[in-house]
């Protein structure tokens, strides 16, 4: 009989991934924690949350409870015109939570179609207010917003959307605001800004993830938001990945003092339990949709829209989140983050150390081309699974975003090979013995 991989690669197609070269899928049959579970018993420690979606771990019984309960009651309901006790509930006690400004909440299915709405949003709002030629947005460099066109058009370009270019909305691009280059991207907005067909700006606050998790500081990005709203420019903050707890408060706007008038969420809004995006925005944005004129409405929408089991289970996991115990949870691992940082910077083959919240970034220096699909990149994978540890390393940039229940002891296994990894940048010279949990 064929094994599950062998199965999976007749009939699959995988995401991200050349199929004629790459090895057999290894499959997954259970998740505990931090911890994935292979066919075969092998265990790997989830050093990245399956993409960034898992909050609290794999299999957690508060929220495979609250899903239960509510597939017994109303496992879906088209959304317009029809609505649910979830969805209400949800929306309630985000906009409790997040900027004040923040009035209402549009539900879709993912990251990227949050972000095809707020995009949406932004040049209808222009649109019913009589500037239809307000349609351009700024964003930055290296940024990425999403696999859909809208979203391709507001990031990067670059090797995975090369096909697309052609079909792409232009966009302006700005620098990133990193330290000692604040005045810089500054002084290329307010350029920008002088034209008058300048409709949004869409950032990932703090944090570019697929960039190699390039930091920046809250006190440029609130005066980059200034200067926008100076200007009329509506600004969408896409906290797909920053969004409940990843930088350290529950969104990395908490740490602005301006804020953005529309926001975009989904990766782990449902704990990383099931797929659900969410797109909130400004009262004077939904304002401008209202009339007696049924085409000023937004013609958007998604079958699964709302879903009343993505909604319970986004529930459960705000619960989660918001309860003492994660915020301790998250103060531990950024303060381990701190200690490793510490110990790792300015060490010879590494180039910097990034840290924010529970996300930490390492920039290897191989001192050779260090593209996405270096062969320095396939060996940083190999090397994280053969010690049972689940990583996407971004060409020489490792990075670790954990689940919010990673012990101190799995902690110290995947700075363990964090520290391998820096060895074999050094010509593969022999690494320190690494934790017996790597066996386990």
Avoid at 10 to 37: C, D, F, K, N
Avoid at 130 to 155: K, L, W
Avoid at 156 to 179: H, I
Avoid at 380 to 406: E, I, K, M, S, W
Wanted: net charge negative.
């Amino acid at each position: 009989m064929p094994t599950l991989s062998e199965r999976d690669h007749a009939v699959l197609w995988h995401p991200y991934t050349q199929m004629q070269t790459a090895p057999l899928p290894i499959p997954i049959i259970r998740g505990e924690g931090s911890w994935l579970v292979a066919e075969d018993g092998t265990r790997y420690l989830d050093a990245i949350s399956s993409w960034w979606v898992n909050l609290h771990g794999h299999g957690h019984p508060h929220i495979a409870e609250r899903v239960s309960e509510q597939l017994r009651t109303l496992e879906h309901v088209l959304f317009a015109g029809f609505t649910h006790p979830a969805a209400v509930e949800l929306a309630e006690q985000l906009l409790t939570l997040l900027p004040a400004n923040q009035a209402r909440v549009f539900y879709s299915d993912n990251g990227s179609t949050a972000v095809e709405v707020a995009l949406k949003m932004v040049l209808q709002y222009f649109h019913n207010q009589g500037q239809p030629e307000r349609r351009t947005f700024i964003c930055f460099q290296n940024s990425y917003h999403g696999d859909t066109f809208g979203a391709m058009a507001v990031s990067a370009r670059g090797a995975f959307t090369e096909p697309f270019w052609p079909l792409l909305f232009d966009v302006e691009f700005l620098d990133v605001p990193v330290p000692g280059h604040e005045a810089e991207t500054l002084a290329q907005l307010d350029t920008l800004l002088l034209r008058p067909d300048v409709a949004g700006f869409i950032f990932e606050p703090l944090v570019l993830g697929t960039a190699g998790m390039v930091m920046y500081e809250p006190e440029v990005l609130s005066e980059l938001l200034r200067r926008c709203h100076q200007a009329g420019v509506l600004c969408i903050s896409d906290e797909v990945m920053t969004g409940f707890g990843r930088t350290g408060p529950l969104f990395a706007s908490e740490l602005l003092t301006e804020q953005p008038d529309i926001m975009c969420f989904s990766k782990g809004l449902t704990g990383g339990t099931l797929a659900m995006g969410l797109t909130t925005c400004a009262a004077p944005i939904y304002e401008a949709f209202l009339s007696h004129d049924k085409m000023r409405a937004l013609f958007h929408g998604h079958s699964y829209t709302a879903n009343p089991v993505a909604c319970a289970a986004a529930l459960a996991s705000l619960e989660l989140t918001r309860a003492d115990e994660c915020t301790q949870q998250r103060r531990r691992i950024e303060a381990a983050h701190t200690v490793f940082r510490q110990e790792l910077a300015g060490k010879p083959g590494v180039r910097a150390v990034r840290h924010r919240g529970t996300i930490l970034a390492v920039e290897y220096d191989p001192g050779e081309g260090t593209s996405y699909f270096s062969r320095l990149r396939d060996a940083f994978y190999q090397l994280a699974l053969d010690h049972h540890v689940v990583l996407r390393p971004l060409g020489n940039v490792v990075y670790l975003l954990p689940p919010y229940c990673t012990t101190n002891e799995e902690l110290d296994l995947l700075y363990a090979v964090l520290r391998r990894m820096r060895e074999l940048v050094l010509d593969f010279t022999p690494a320190p013995n690494l934790p017996e949990i790597l066996h386990d």
